[in-house]
């Protein structure tokens, strides 16, 4: 019933109102012309309500003549009608039209470049090198193909390993896996020596190939061999064999730093005073709207972009920037020694740590302050590490 | 008279019924529709509100509370209150309302 209910509307229909003595026999008439009446209510003793659909209506006037009736319309229902209303108004539909087309137009084209996964690539450089290839904002995007677009990334960047190229509405996303750079090894086959990584004392040497030149608890400078490749026959009258030389030099290094103790900080505040840039961005051209000058020394610059876009994927190339700007003001603050001194220790553990390789073993830490000449405190820490320091290096070569 | 006035319609009924007889096991033997072959109209009931008739003739009387509605086994006499046609075709009718009587008026 819902079905026909919505089929009607669809269709359009009216709700009239019959005046007259016989509307028995209009209503006979009716079905006899194959004009069909639903919802047919009594009102009084000579009129009734009915529906009767738009085509059917235009074939009562015959009927209606012949019965001696007379014929309000009471209400007309159905999309017909609404579309009817919205005929007259030529600039509302060729609106609707040009709306269809522009937005059509406007989605059919990469509007962002998102390039996600890299850690030591910077992102300029292979949105870049995307652009090299045709992928960048405000290229057609059907134009670009991903599986195409992925290969010439591969050869283009050596140090990516996996590039997916996903099409998403008005995006490109590209994701990228770095390769892991292997080792610059000597081959087997060529002969080479040991040396030290760095500086150390050589807690254990153990050679496969080659001979050993340091012992145990020698301190060896940084490029010092320490398994030679060059092995001395036992006949002194043959030349030396070359070999390529292979083994474990595990030493003991340190790492020192050193920061000092500060027991004024200077902080950064906001003052609480901030000005609003607006700028627009259509197609990637940028226009300012009422840039004034900055009316602050010393300042915070915070970017804030909102992109028009349907959903995640489907951005269009409208965009607002605010820029906003924080006026700073550079506050002098004391701090307890113990502080300082603990702040300074932190700071000083922290640089270290980035210089120690990840498979070395950390056997000892130390600290302490140390009072310079010009009466400067200073943390120092100092690591002591058994890491493995040899290198090979190719005989000859360097 | 009574008995001789009372023989001659019951001859005459006879006679009908079985011309109706012959048309009836026809559709019988032929399991076709009854209404069809009979001309007779088919009702259909929900409760006491709605009702179809299929297969009428023609509508004689609508009022809010009397529908007399023709067909081929006679007229049709709906009573009730707050009676409506929901729709009407050339084969069914629809009636809503609240239907306390149907009677056959030959």
């Keep these: 019933m819902l079905l026909l209910r919505l089929w009607n509307y669809i269709r359009g229909y009216v709700i009239i109102v019959v005046e007259g003595y016989f509307l028995e026999k209009f209503i006979n008439i009716c079905m006899h012309r194959q004009v069909f009446l639903w919802d047919v209510r009594k009102r009084n003793d000579c009129s009734m309500a009915l529906k009767v659909s738009i085509k059917g209506f235009k074939l009562l006037r015959p009927i209606v003549r012949k019965t001696n009736c007379r014929v309000n319309i009471i209400k007309k229902v159905g999309f017909p009608f609404i579309l009817n209303r919205y005929r007259r108004r030529k600039t509302f539909i060729a609106g609707a039209f040009i709306f269809v087309i522009l937005f059509y137009l406007l989605t059919s084209f990469v509007w962002v470049v998102d390039v996600t996964g890299n850690k030591n690539l910077e992102t300029r450089f292979i949105l870049d090198t995307l652009a090299q290839i045709g992928v960048r904002p405000g290229v057609l995007k059907y134009a670009v193909d991903a599986d195409r677009t992925a290969n010439e990334l591969m050869l283009k960047i050596k140090e990516i390993g996996w590039v997916g190229v996903v099409v998403k509405g008005t995006k490109v996303k590209v994701e990228v896996v770095e390769r892991v750079q292997p080792p610059e090894l000597v081959h087997k086959d060529v002969p080479c020596d040991i040396v030290a990584g760095k500086d150390g004392v050589v807690k254990s040497i153990v050679a496969k190939t080659g001979q050993e030149m340091v012992h145990e608890g020698e301190t060896v400078t940084k490029g010092q061999v320490l398994i030679s490749g060059t092995v001395k026959s036992k006949n002194e009258q043959l030349p030396p064999r070359l070999v390529h030389a292979d083994g474990v030099v595990k030493a003991r290094t340190w790492y020192e730093k050193e920061c000092p103790v500060n027991e004024t900080i200077y902080e950064k505040e906001r003052t609480g005073r901030e000005k609003e840039q607006y700028s627009l961005v259509l197609f990637m051209k940028e226009i300012g709207l009422f840039h004034g000058s900055i009316p602050f020394k010393d300042y915070e610059k915070v970017e804030i972009r909102k992109r028009v876009s349907l959903e995640e994927d489907l951005t269009l190339p409208f965009e607002l920037v605010i820029y906003k700007y924080y006026e700073n003001i550079v506050r002098e603050r004391k701090i307890d020694v113990e502080e300082a001194k603990k702040t300074a220790l932190d700071e000083a553990y922290k640089e270290v740590m980035k210089e120690i390789p990840a498979e070395a073993e950390i056997v000892k830490k130390d600290s302490n302050f140390k009072q310079k000449e010009n009466g400067e405190t200073v943390a120092s820490v100092t690591l002591e590490c058994i890491e493995n320091i040899g290198i090979a290096n190719e005989i000859g070569g360097q | ?106």
Excluded: H, W
């Design chain 2, 1 to 106: 008279m009574p008995a001789k006035g009372s023989r001659v319609p019951r001859r005459k009924k006879a006679e009908k019924g079985k011309k109706v007889n012959i048309k009836e096991k026809v559709s019988e033997v032929l399991d076709l529709p009854k209404e069809i072959v009979l001309n007779i109209p088919k009702l259909t009931m929900v409760g006491n509100s709605s009702l179809i008739i299929e297969n009428y003739k023609g509508v004689m009387e609508y009022e809010s509370t009397r529908i007399r509605v023709n067909t081929g086994s006679g007229i049709i006499r709906i009573e009730g209150g707050r009676l409506t046609i929901k729709g009407i075709t050339s084969e069914n009718i629809f009636i809503d309302g609240d239907i306390s009587s149907i009677e056959f008026i030959k």
